[in-house]
């Protein structure tokens, strides 16, 4: 039997929710992070390294980090979708 472990967690965190298109992960400080969920070519599940989305505590802002490889016009277009 294949089995197929990903190692994403801490000790305190735990899984709030999970589905064929993601994993949500409760952070042991209360933070959730989201990951996107794909199968590789050879049908085996695999976490997205292309980014995370962490829902935190805050007054209504949005905190992009590594962005780096992204062009400036891409990052403003990015800024544009999805401030409040």
Do not use: A
């Amino acid at each position: 039997m294949t089995s197929v472990k990903i190692n994403i967690m801490q000790e305190g965190d735990k899984v709030l929710s999970i589905n064929q298109n993601f994993i949500s992960i409760q952070r042991k400080n209360g933070e959730v992070d989201i990951f996107n969920i794909f199968l590789d070519d050879l049908g085996y599940p695999r976490i997205s390294t292309d980014y995370k989305l962490t829902i935190g505590f805050g007054s209504d802002n949005i905190e992009l980090t590594g962005l780096n490889n992204f062009s400036s016009e891409c990052k403003e277009e990015m800024l544009k979708v999805i401030t409040f």
